[in-house]
T-cell receptor
Framework: DAKTTQPPSMDCAEGRAANLPCNHS???????VYWYRQIHSQGPQYIIH???NNETNEMASLIITEDRKSSTLILPHATLRDTAVYYC??????????????FGSGTRLQVQP | SQTIHQWPATLVQPVGSPLSLECTVE??????LYWYRQAAGRGLQLLFY??????ISSEVPQNLSASRPQDRQFILSSKKLLLSDSGFYLC???????????????FGPGTRLTVL
């Protein structure tokens, strides 16, 4: 799976949009971009994933650049409960048999009141 | 909707004692099930996964074992715990659909195991 690069930490004011960047310059055509987050002492929570097109769900939006070498996770109105470590990962087609999720060090997002 | 349960939430065990962690999934059938360990400073490590009852694949050799006695139940066991078994154990599930090239894994709340 392609490696990802994320800033180690970010701050965001409560109520403002949080934009979390991720670089994945070695991504290949059959690899998906996934975002998870982990609040302290809890299991990782799935947020969103995409292949080429931008995606939106009730939690966040995912913007993938046209060359797919980077992406941005957007939390439109951050709350204190969004304080967590956010992981951007790239996953190959599951049919290759590679099942493991591999988290890097992620971005620690601190939402400030 | 689907939910995943793990118990116990926390566990403190002496070295050499046995271990049994349980994971159950509700609201879906024939899920893929996973056991991960997250040790401090060492990221997420896949230990076992299962695509069906009685079908277990081991990702790393160690003194742990896994079993899937029912469709939505996954158990992680050890006969004798080591100090190095301490960590945060996570169960996850996914559903592989034939027309989809990706399967999203959803995690449970985890069990924090301390071996003394």
């Amino acid at each position: 799976d392609a490696k990802t690069t994320q800033p180690p930490s970010m701050d965001c004011a409560e109520g403002r949009a949080a934009n979390l960047p991720c670089n994945h310059s070695t991504i290949s055509g059959n690899e998906y971009v996934y975002w998870y987050r982990q609040i302290h002492s809890q299991g990782p929570q799935y947020i969103i994933h995409g292949l080429k097109n931008n995606e939106t769900n009730e939690m966040a939006s995912l913007i993938i650049t046209e060359d797919r070498k980077s992406s941005t996770l957007i939390l439109p109105h951050a709350t204190l409960r969004d304080t967590a470590v956010y992981y951007c990962i790239v996953r190959v087609d599951w049919r290759t048999g590679r099942r493991a999720l591999t988290f890097g060090s992620g971005t620690r997002l601190q939402v400030q009141p | 909707s689907q939910t995943i349960h793990q118990w116990p939430a926390t566990l403190v065990q002496p070295v050499g004692s046995p271990l049994s962690l349980e994971c159950t999934v509700e609201g879906t059938s024939n899920p893929n099930l996973y056991w991960y360990r997250q040790a401090a400073g060492r990221g997420l490590q896949l230990l076992f996964y299962s695509v069906g009852i009685g079908q277990i694949s081991s990702e790393v050799p160690q003194n742990l074992s896994a079993s899937r006695p029912q469709d939505r139940q996954f158990i992680l066991s050890s006969k004798k715990l080591l100090l190095s078994d301490s960590g945060f154990y996570l169960c996850a599930w996914s559903v592989s659909r034939g027309n989809s090239r990706t399967d999203t894994q959803y995690f449970g709340p985890g069990t924090r195991l301390t071996v003394l």
